[in-house]
């Protein structure tokens, strides 16, 4: 299936434990490397399966724009320099 389509449906099947192999073009969709973590939200609407560092990231920026923080963090390595001098600030 290819991947640059960005709305596709798969379906995988769970075994008697609950456990699921999330399909390889889900893995490349989401940039799941292995050994990657997802995140699962669930809400009215259903279940959404993201790349858990994305959502951590994108967590990490809603709590900074509520302290009137410019949300520009594009990646790890931003939000790692953030936290770096936040850090730094913190120390007596």
């Known amino acids: 299936m290819p991947t640059d389509n960005l709305t596709f449906t798969v379906d995988a099947k769970a075994d008697a434990k609950g456990r699921v192999t999330i399909p390889k073009d889900v893995r490349a969709a989401l940039g799941l490397a292995p050994g990657g973590r997802v995140t699962f939200t669930v809400d009215s609407h259903g279940v959404r399966v993201t790349n858990a560092a994305l959502a951590a990231l994108e967590r990490l920026q809603n709590a900074v ?20 001098i936040r850090r730094k600030e913190e120390k007596p």
């Open 65 to 84: 724009a509520a302290d009137g923080v410019p949300t520009a963090l594009p990646d790890e390595a931003a939000v790692s320099r953030w936290v770096s």
